[in-house]
């Protein structure tokens, strides 16, 4: 039983480059989401996925795509990177609410924008 | 005002020693309320949901005062394992119900 796993789990990017961010989980969870931490800042809410098909803003959605095709995958794109977006990226999953479920984290991915 | 506010410590105390953290939230509609626990460049895990009577899980206790509006956790025998980051994580309402993160308390257990 894997949990959630990220891929991938460390990138270097130049300013403008693309790239995406997979999240999968094996445990038939509703619920995903994708946050960023910065030193400082904590943990801020980047998207969120109810289900699958769905998809909806956090906190800081400026610069981020996200797509939820099947129910185990979550996907974060950047469609051009820029150096504000270096940070740690961690997604989680839950079953259902995070406030009546526990919230299972991935590993994270520590991406590098030069 | 941040919603969710914590002393960034770190709080240095030595095995054996009890410690407590408090956390202040500014949703007075907030209705769950948890601590998670991080290691360093890990991702952050459940440590206990707090309830509104209080309740404890081994040597940590977590407490709720609704009218203050704010979160404790207690730790008491310390361990040098107990070294690491607590995030005090609240519900937040934007559409869907949500998480929101303290930025995190810093414990220190030294031998």
């Known amino acids: 039983n894997a949990g959630v796993t990220q891929t991938p789990k460390f990138r270097v990017l130049k300013t403008g480059q693309s790239m995406t961010l997979l999240c999968a989980q094996d445990?038939?969870?509703?619920?995903m989401y994708w946050y960023r931490q910065d030193p400082g800042m904590g943990l801020r809410l980047i998207h969120y996925?109810?289900?699958?098909?769905?998809?909806a803003k956090g906190e800081v959605p400026d610069g981020y795509n996200v797509s939820r095709l099947k129910k185990q995958n979550f996907l974060l794109g950047l469609e051009s990177a820029a150096p504000s977006q270096t940070s740690v990226y961690f997604c989680?999953?839950?079953?259902?609410?995070?406030?009546?479920?526990?919230?299972?984290f991935g590993p994270g991915t520590r991406l590098l924008v030069l | 005002r941040k919603e969710v506010e914590q002393d960034p410590g770190p709080f240095n105390v030595p095995e054996g020693a009890t410690v407590a953290f408090n956390c202040t939230y500014s949703?007075?509609?907030?209705?769950?309320f948890f601590w998670y626990r991080q290691d360093c460049r890990k991702e952050p895990k459940l440590l206990m949901s707090?309830?509104?009577s209080g309740n404890e899980d081994g040597r940590f206790t977590a407490q709720l005062n609704r009218a203050s509006q704010y979160i404790s956790l207690l730790i008491r025998d310390s361990k040098l394992s107990d070294s690491a980051t607590y995030l005090c994580?609240?519900?937040?309402?934007?559409?869907?119900?949500?998480?929101?993160f303290g930025k995190g308390t810093m414990l220190l257990v030294s031998p």
């Open positions: 989680a999953s839950s079953y259902r609410s995070p406030v009546q479920e526990t919230q299972y």
């Open positions: 445990m038939n969870h509703e619920y």
């Open positions: 996925s109810v289900g699958e098909g769905t998809t």
């Open positions: 949703n007075s509609a907030s209705q769950s």
């Open positions: 707090v309830y509104s």
């Open positions: 994580v609240v519900n937040s309402y934007s559409g869907y119900s949500t998480l929101t």
